[in-house]
C-alpha cells in the first residue's frame, strides 16, 4: 500500500513563495517609508508570516494529497450510485457539521450582540447559520442532480435579501452581509467543494464546471440570509415595543 | 492574541465533525478501497496543521500589520494615498488568501487548463483591491453602504447576462473565497483602525461593511475575464 504525503511539494512550495512574496514586499517597503517600527516589532511580524508560510504550505499539500483526490472519489461514488438523490440529505448533513464549529461564527456572534443588545441569544444565531448553510448545500446538490443553472438561485436569494435590507437597521444590514464569507469554511472549500467536483465528473449529463461550481457562493448567501431573517424580527420586536 | 492551544482547538472543532460524518459515510456507503481513504486522513492532518500553523501566523506577524497600517493612516491625511494603499493591502492579501489558491487550482484542473490559476488569481486579486479600496472611499466619504450592495450585485447581474455559462459558477465562487481566515480577520482589523481615525465619529457598525464590499470586487472581475476569454 502506498501513501502519497510529500509528492508534488515542491510545486506547492514555489505557489506559496509567490502567494506570500508580495505581502513581504509590501511590509518591507512601508515599513521603510513609514511605519519604522521597532526592530523587536518588525522580527514579529517577521516572525508571523514565516509560521504562515510553513502552514500555507501544509495546507496546500493536504488539499493537493489528500482532500482533492479522495473527495472527488467519494464524489464519483456517490454519483454513480442507484440512489442519487442520497446526496441530497448528505449535502444537508456535511453542511450542518460544517458550520456548527467553525470559529469565525464566534466574531458574529459578537457583532450580533453587540447590534441586538442581547436581543438573539447564541445558540438561535449558531443553528440559524447550519441550517442556512446545510440547505445551500443540499440545494448544490439538487443543481448537480437536476442542473439548474446557478443564476437562478442566486438571482432570487439576493433580490430577496435587497428587498429585507429595506426593513432591517443599516447596521443588522453591515453584519449580514460580512457574514457572507464566516460560513465558507475551510472544510467547505477544500473537501465539499471536492465531493461536487467528483458528483460533476461522474454524472453525463453535466459539466462540473458549470454545475459543480457554485457551491461555495449559495453557502456565502446563506448567513446574510440567516442574519437578515434574524434582523426582521429584531425590527418587528423594536416595533411592538414602540 | 489566542494562544496555541486556542488555536488548536479552534482548528481541530472546525475540522473534525466534517471528519466524523465522512467517516461514517465510509463505512456504511461509500466505501473507498483503504488506500484512497488514508489519503482523505493524510488530508486531514495536513490541512489542520497547516491550518493551526497559518492561523498563528496570521494572529502574530498579519492581523498586527492590519492595525498599525490602519492607525496609521489619518497622519497621512491625504484621501487618494489612503485609498492607494487599501487597494495595495486588497491585492497582497488576497494573493495569500488559502481558499483563493484552492479554488483557483480546483478550477484550473477540472477545465484541463484551460482557464489558468495564475490568471484567475490574480484577476481575484485585482477585483477584490479595487473594492477595498472603494470600501475605504465609502466610509471616508460616508456613503452609505446600501447604496453600493445595490449598484454592486445590480452590476453582477447585468454583467452575468453577457458572460459564457463556464465562467458564471466559477466568479461567484470567487466571491466566497476572499473571504477567508486571512482576508476577514484582517481587513475587520485594518477597517476599524481606519474608521475609528478616518471618520472622527461613533466606530460602531461602520467599520464592518469591508469584508461585504470586498467579496463582490471578485466577481465582478472574474465575470469580465469571462467577457474577455468568451
Known sequence: MKVFVLDGITHVFIEVVFALIPLIIFFLIAQILFLRLPWEKAINIIKGIFLAFIGLTLFLQGVHVGFEPAGRLMGEVLGSMKHRWILIPIGFVLGFVATIAEPAIRILNYEVDKVSGGYIPKKVLLYTLCIGVGFSIALAMVRLLVGIPIIWLLLPGYVLALIMMQFTSPTFTSVAFDAGGVATGPMTVTFIMAIALGVGEVMADRDPIIDSFGMIALVALAPILSVLTLGLLYAWKERRND | ?230
Do not use: C
Request: hydrophobic residues 60%.
Open chain 2, 1 to 230: 492574541m489566542p494562544g496555541i492551544n486556542e488555536t488548536v482547538k479552534e482548528v481541530s472543532w472546525a475540522i473534525m465533525p466534517v471528519t466524523v460524518v465522512i467517516f461514517l459515510l465510509q463505512i456504511t456507503l461509500i466505501r473507498l478501497p483503504m488506500e484512497d481513504f488514508l489519503q482523505f486522513l493524510v488530508g486531514v492532518v495536513l490541512v489542520s496543521a497547516g491550518l493551526i500553523f497559518f492561523l498563528m501566523g496570521v494572529h502574530i506577524g498579519l492581523i498586527p500589520i492590519g492595525e498599525i497600517i490602519g492607525s496609521l493612516l489619518p497622519r497621512i491625511g491625504k484621501v487618494w494615498l489612503v485609498v492607494l494603499i487599501s487597494f495595495a493591502l486588497g491585492f497582497v492579501v488576497t494573493l495569500a488568501e488559502p481558499d483563493v489558491r484552492v479554488l483557483a487550482n480546483y478550477v484550473d484542473s477540472v477545465s484541463g487548463g484551460t482557464i489558468n490559476r495564475y490568471l484567475l488569481i490574480y484577476t481575484v486579486a485585482l477585483g477584490t483591491a479595487i473594492f477595498v479600496g472603494l470600501a475605504i472611499l465609502r466610509i471616508i466619504l460616508n456613503i452609505p453602504i446600501k447604496y453600493l450592495l445595490v449598484g454592486g450585485y445590480g452590476l453582477i447581474f447585468i454583467l452575468a447576462l453577457f458572460v459564457p455559462e463556464s465562467f458564471i459558477s466559477i466568479s461567484f465562487d470567487a466571491g466566497g473565497v476572499t473571504t477567508g481566515p486571512l482576508a476577514v480577520p484582517f481587513f475587520i482589523a485594518y477597517g476599524v483602525g481606519v474608521t475609528a481615525v478616518l471618520g472622527g465619529r461613533k466606530t460602531t457598525g461602520e467599520g464592518f461593511g469591508l469584508v461585504a464590499l470586498a467579496s463582490i470586487g471578485p466577481v465582478l472581475a472574474v465575470l469580465i475575464l469571462g467577457i474577455i476569454y468568451g
